[in-house]
């Protein structure tokens, strides 16, 4: 796995570039659709192949983990023979998960026990177990066992947090590099950078980082309830340390407008829920702003979903059509909006990377934040 950088924008830090995996290249920018337990809700693999021609899709090491389990994981071969998804897969450790679960868990210098949200039982996560389970669900970039503290995390309990991700980010590499991917192909490790909103604890996480030379590395703990600026701060403060020769993955980012301003900062990779949880609800993102289907104004609307005439799934989909069915809690009504979200942010991060090598870039996304934040 290696990164080639094709055009680096001239008025930003803005980049193009390919990472090439053994499952085949991913063009970034990229966004990644969220499969945490193995499947994009409502989407058929067909869909994200062809439809929307997704590179890559992440699934949750702590979900894959309580379902459907190693077991089955293993005899199947790993997630890729399991699903039948034949293209790369990244694995979140299930850290986030695990975090948020703040009453059903306890932190310790081992690790992190946990209680089941399914049936209650008791686990245990230590950066060698999350390792290995990774290493058995068969993703092709692993990520690293870290604390995600909240947002607003006061400077103390952020100190005591990022020491103890990279006391367990040191176990994680050695337990890494001391295993073998099981299924023949290779794996790579990407490790997180954490500290809140505090500069200095961001610095110093990169910098370590930096020094571990590994295929990529990740953004984690931003978009959790600081405002946009403080984010898009910490991302550049991030990115002036991570090498520039190595793909920068930005977690659990964000909306249409969140992602353009971090493609600006440097940021290559990124994930969010948003567009298939927000698709589910009636929220739709278009060229020109977002959509909330169930509004009466769209009853007798019988455009495509994007306003500018173009759809991002069949145009045949009206509004008004679409509307009757998340109105009527139509199984179809989730899937179209869903389906409509992915491809327009993967379209999103596309037209991105076109301007990018066309060197313009900064005016185009300036033009596009003010559209995208508009609610029609």
């Known amino acids: 796995m290696y990164y080639t950088i094709e055009t680096q924008d001239k008025e930003t830090n803005a980049r193009a570039g390919i990472l090439h995996t053994e499952r085949g290249d991913i063009h970034t920018p990229i966004f990644m659709p969220v499969g945490t337990l193995g499947t994009v809700k409502g989407i058929h693999f067909k869909e994200l192949r062809e439809d929307v021609n997704a590179e890559i899709i992440l699934g949750n090491t702590y979900h894959l983990y309580l379902r459907p389990g190693l077991e089955v994981l293993e005899e199947a071969g790993g997630v890729h023979k399991f699903n039948g998804w034949d293209r790369p897969m990244l694995t979140d450790s299930g850290g986030f998960q695990v975090f948020s679960l703040a009453e059903n868990r306890k932190l310790t210098e081992e690790?992190?026990?946990?209680?089941?949200?399914?049936?209650?039982?008791?686990?245990?996560?230590?950066?060698?177990n999350v390792m290995d389970i990774q290493r058995i669900i068969g993703?092709?970039?692993?990520?690293?066992?870290?604390?995600?503290?909240?947002?607003?995390?006061?400077?103390?309990?952020?100190?005591?947090?990022?020491?103890?991700?990279?006391?367990?980010?040191?176990?994680?590499?050695?337990?890494?590099?001391?295993?073998?991917?099981?299924?023949?192909?290779?794996?790579?490790?990407?490790?997180?950078?954490?500290?809140?909103?505090?500069?200095?604890?961001r610095i110093r996480s990169?910098?370590?980082?930096?020094?571990?030379?590994?295929?990529?590395?990740?953004i984690g703990g931003l978009a959790v309830g600081e405002p946009a600026e403080v984010m898009y701060e910490m991302i550049s403060v991030v990115n002036e340390?991570?090498?520039?020769?190595?793909?920068?993955?930005?977690?659990?980012?964000?909306?249409?407008?969140?992602?353009?301003?971090?493609?600006?900062?440097?940021?290559?990779?990124?994930?969010?829920?948003?567009?298939?949880?927000?698709?589910?609800?009636?929220?739709?993102?278009?060229?020109?702003?977002?959509?909330?289907?169930?509004?009466?104004?769209?009853?007798?609307?019988?455009?495509?979903?994007?306003?500018?005439?173009?759809?991002?799934?069949?145009?045949?989909?009206?509004?008004?059509?679409?509307?009757?069915?998340?109105?009527?809690?139509?199984?179809?009504?989730?899937?179209?909006?869903?389906?409509?979200?992915?491809?327009?942010?993967?379209?999103?991060?596309?037209?991105?990377?076109?301007?990018?090598?066309?060197?313009?870039?900064?005016?185009?996304?300036?033009?596009?934040?003010?559209k995208l934040g508009v609610r029609l």
């Open 206 to 218: 990169a910098e370590n980082i930096a020094k571990l030379d590994r295929a990529g590395n990740a």
């Open 139 to 201: 993703a092709d970039i692993m990520m690293a066992f870290d604390e995600c503290p909240p947002g607003d995390a006061l400077y103390d309990y952020a100190k005591k947090s990022l020491d103890l991700t990279e006391r367990w980010l040191d176990r994680c590499v050695k337990r890494f590099d001391e295993t073998q991917p099981k299924y023949g192909y290779e794996q790579q490790l990407f490790p997180i950078v954490q500290g809140c909103t505090y500069k200095d604890l």
């Open 241 to 370: 340390i991570l090498p520039k020769s190595k793909p920068r993955y930005l977690m659990g980012v964000g909306t249409p407008e969140n992602i353009l301003e971090a493609i600006a900062l440097g940021v290559d990779m990124f994930d969010c829920v948003m567009p298939t949880r927000n698709g589910r609800n009636g929220m739709i993102f278009t060229s020109e702003g977002s959509i909330n289907i169930k509004n009466k104004k769209w009853e007798k609307d019988f455009s495509p979903l994007d306003p500018d005439g173009t759809s991002f799934v069949d145009s045949a989909y009206s509004k008004a059509y679409v509307r009757h069915l998340i109105k009527a809690n139509e199984m179809l009504g989730a899937q179209i909006c869903s389906q409509h979200n992915i491809a327009f942010y993967l379209w999103l991060v596309r037209e991105a990377r076109t301007h990018i090598n066309n060197g313009n870039f900064n005016l185009w996304k300036n033009e596009m934040v003010k």
């Open 111 to 128: 690790g992190a026990t946990f209680r089941s949200h399914i049936d209650g039982s008791k686990h245990l996560f230590t950066p060698e």
